[in-house]
């Protein structure tokens, strides 16, 4: 369960940049929730903000219960995060990249084995695992990356534009685990500016624009909140323009 | 989804220190150009400094001296050649040749030599030399040398032909007795060994500091890992852990290099007892442990601020040429270094490098305080990377 409430986060020598502001949703466990909005709406900002990285200039943020301010390493522990940034150790193997993150999070010994084997197993990495990272396609190295953030069984998931650069093949695979993630009775919180995404995947979807909450709903209730035929035109109807689309 | 226990801060250091000594040892191309100069290092310079000592030990030796009109000075000639001076007849253009280093000294007797001595006036010889000529040296100092010698003796023959002690003529009877220890005669070349000694832990965990911090955050690894449990002063210690391990490692190879060196390699004779067995070795080692603690934070901190390795490698040569300048001008400086000189980061270890080579040993108050200041640097560095870390601006510009 992941709680958002009045959050806002400004940039900049005199906060001119004002990249989120009074942000209030929440997220329910056993579901998938999507943060859609074009580029600069202010998703990565309000990810790292739950991801604990950096610091709401006012409101408030919890996830299972605990601050994202007050409790931020006792939050890292309770989530998996798979960010805009997600470089991998090049020179060690898959395996050896999964593992490190493990022992941050105090997994050892068979118990760390058994998970990443499970790991690289579920995500169809297992000709892989024992190769450096070097020569991964994007596909691969997404893989390997959410391996890495799942592997201390995170009952909150978040993450930003997991289906960028992937091909169609990828997605679906991705798309596969991300459901399957759900059925666990996880949280997870997934965002993306490409409409068709979200669509297929979320069960309820919150639209950003401009740093701002414009709408909150199922797609059946945000088609029905715009009087629009499709997703697509909701989302461009509820925006109030077009601009950042094309992207 | 149950909750992992929080693993203790000692347990996720050793993780991020052992995964990054890893990612190192796998990193060829590093590890070549960092371990090999290391390697070669000793052997190399040691063979080249003995091979060109050993020359100019030989040019004295072994005194050519070509001379102009040997026929006016037929005693100072029969001397010369007792010497075991080779002595030639000069060249017509000896003075070019000097000047042009083909020739290292050049003896000219005067035309009137022996008329001059047989009316009682004193005979002219001329020494024709180039001092600006370090190869010279030696030549030119053993042929003032036996000038002189000739000159006492010829003297001191005259006064016993005419019944005078030769005490009278010459009351002051120089015994030079050289107080270098056989150490101290082999100071200054050993001066490399320090230098080297000293660059080796400057230059041992440059790259992998940088690789640990600007290399982390060019591959955009930085983020996840900033996300995981782990505080930043953590992976600052775990990592600074890994960078000292490595540079120690190189400090290790480069010195024992000399060491095996020194004992093993057949080296040309060069008269010079050299003492650097496995006391000094340790000495070293043990003198230089707070600057393999210290550099890699200044690398870490230098890395840190840099968004790109390139970014970084810019900043990191500055400091290490500042650091490689400092024993130079001690040494150009010719001094006895000053007592609190042992306060001051680098310029103390390379006081005491020296000490250790010229046999002297180290008081422990002096190595405490050579201790004092990096100590505290390291540590107040240590919670510069970690603020450096901590900043949300880390994240942006990738």
């Known amino acids: 369960m992941i709680r958002v409430d009045a959050v806002t986060k400004s940039f900049g020598r005199q906060g001119e940049v004002r990249a989120v502001r009074d942000v209030s949703f929440s997220a329910q466990d056993g579901q998938i929730t999507g943060l859609l909005g074009p580029n600069g709406a202010g998703k990565t900002t309000l990810l790292r903000m739950l991801a604990t990285l950096i610091v709401p200039n006012a409101g408030s943020a919890s996830i299972a219960g605990l601050d994202v301010v007050r409790d931020r390493y006792a939050v890292r522990e309770a989530i998996g995060v798979l960010s805009d940034a997600r470089g991998l150790y090049p020179r060690l193997t898959a395996r050896e990249n999964i593992r490190y993150y493990g022992t941050l999070h105090g997994l050892s010994g068979v118990e760390l084995e058994s998970r990443a084997a499970r790991l690289i197993h579920t995500l169809g990495l297992d000709a892989l695992a024992d190769r450096r990272t070097q020569g991964f396609s994007q596909g691969e190295k997404m893989k390997v990356a959410i391996a890495r953030a799942l592997i201390h069984d995170p009952a909150t998931i978040l993450l930003d534009e997991p289906t960028n650069g992937l091909d169609i093949m990828s997605v679906r695979a991705l798309r596969e685990q991300l459901r399957q993630l759900r059925g666990e009775g996880r949280c997870l919180l997934f965002s993306s500016h490409v409409m068709q995404e979200v669509a297929a995947l979320c069960d309820r979807i919150v639209i950003l624009g401009g740093g701002r909450v414009i709408a909150t709903g199922t797609a059946t209730e945000l088609i029905a909140q715009s009087g629009a035929a499709t997703l697509e035109d909701a989302f461009v109807s509820l925006l109030g323009s077009g601009e950042g689309l094309a992207a | ?398």
């Open chain 2, 1 to 398: 989804m149950s909750p992992q226990p929080s693993a203790p801060p000692r347990s996720r250091i050793a993780a991020v220190a052992r995964k990054e000594l890893l990612d190192t040892l796998r990193d060829r191309r590093t590890l070549l150009v960092t371990l090999l100069p290391a390697l070669v290092a000793g052997p190399l310079v040691l063979m080249l400094m003995f091979t060109v000592i050993a020359g100019q030990i030989d040019r004295a030796r072994e005194l050519k001296l070509p001379v102009v009109g040997q026929a006016h000075a037929p005693a100072l000639v029969a001397f010369l050649t007792r010497q075991q001076v080779t002595l030639t007849a000069a060249p017509a253009d000896y003075e070019a040749k000097v000047r042009g280093g083909e020739l290292d000294v050049v003896l000219v007797v005067d035309d009137n030599f022996a008329s001059d001595v047989a009316s009682g006036r004193g005979g002219k010889v001329q020494l024709v030399y180039d001092r600006s000529r370090d190869r010279a040296q030696p030549s030119i100092r053993e042929a003032e040398a036996l000038l002189r010698a000739y000159n006492r003796q010829w003297g001191s023959q005259r006064l016993l032909l005419r019944g005078v002690a030769p005490t009278v003529g010459n009351p002051l009877v120089v015994d030079a007795i050289d107080l270098a220890t056989p150490q101290q005669s082999g100071a200054f070349l050993l001066f490399f060994l320090a230098y080297y000694g000293l660059f080796a832990a400057v230059m041992g965990g440059m790259a992998i500091a940088l690789d640990v911090t600007a290399g982390e955050r060019e591959r955009q690894s930085l983020e996840p890992l900033l996300m995981t449990p782990a505080r930043p002063l953590e992976l600052v210690i775990g990592k600074w852990l890994a960078v000292a391990t490595f540079n120690a490692t190189i400090v290790i190879v480069t010195l024992t290099g000399y060491y095996v060196t020194l004992r093993f390699a057949p080296l040309p004779a060069v008269g010079v007892p050299f003492l650097f067995s496995v006391r000094e070795l340790a000495w070293f080692l043990i003198v230089l442990v707070p600057l393999v603690a210290l550099l890699p934070t200044v690398m870490l901190f230098m890395g840190a601020r840099s968004r790109t390795y390139k970014e970084a490698q810019a900043s990191a040569s500055l400091v290490i040429f500042v650091v490689s300048i400092i024993p130079v001008v001690q040494l150009v400086q010719q001094r006895k270094d000053p007592d609190w000189i042992v306060w001051i980061p680098v310029s103390g270890q390379f006081s005491l490098l020296g000490q250790v080579l010229r046999g002297e040993g180290v008081p422990l108050a002096q190595l405490a305080a050579s201790f004092a200041v990096p100590v505290a640097l390291t540590a107040g560095m240590l919670l510069l990377v970690t603020r450096l870390l901590s900043r949300e601006s880390i994240l942006a510009g990738k």
